[in-house]
């Protein structure tokens, strides 16, 4: 299991380690089982049709969750006092590092404005911006600046 890390008090913690969403991930794999069972209650209800396209939207969709399953225990990011690394990547130093800061985004603006919170920094190296959906994360955005803001001031120490 992993080390629940206490954001009040990051000073401790040598970095911080961000994987999937655990709860996502859990919730797709539920998602994806009510299709199958519904399409085998359409099946004995003698609703072919309806069975099969259902079973072929859950079929779809079981691609994207086994992927998703397989990056259960894969760190997505590590923030530390050396910098930010992204997956297998390189590590991208502090002082190749901008900007960190929390976006908000508009998902959905006519109807119920939806709003998600990204996680951002410029790479000065790659002459790029870098952006994480939070939602998608075990951390939330704020959470992942207040950890970048305390690794950036070991950094520099």
Not at 5 to 20: A, G
Not at 82 to 105: C, L, M, S
Not at 139 to 156: D, M, P, T, V, Y
Request: net charge positive.
């Amino acid at each position: 299991m992993r080390p629940i890390i206490d954001t009040n008090n990051l000073f401790y913690s040598e970095e911080t380690l961000v994987y999937t969403s655990r709860l996502m991930i859990v919730f797709r794999v539920f998602i994806l089982v009510m299709g199958f069972g519904f399409s085998i209650y359409l099946l004995c209800s003698k609703d072919y049709l309806s069975a099969l396209i259902v079973f072929l939207l859950s079929c779809f969709f079981t691609k994207e969750i086994i992927s998703l399953m397989g990056e259960w225990n894969i760190v997505q990011l590590r923030i530390n006092s050396r910098g930010i690394q992204i997956k297998n990547e390189p590590i991208i130093a502090w002082d190749k590092i901008e900007n960190e800061r929390v976006i908000t985004v508009v998902i959905n603006e006519k109807y119920d404005r939806s709003y998600e919170y990204h996680f951002a920094f410029y790479d000065t190296s790659q002459h790029k911006p870098m952006q994480f959906n939070a939602h998608k994360l075990n951390f939330s955005a704020q959470e992942l600046l207040s950890s970048a803001q305390i690794h950036r001031g070991r950094f520099k120490k």
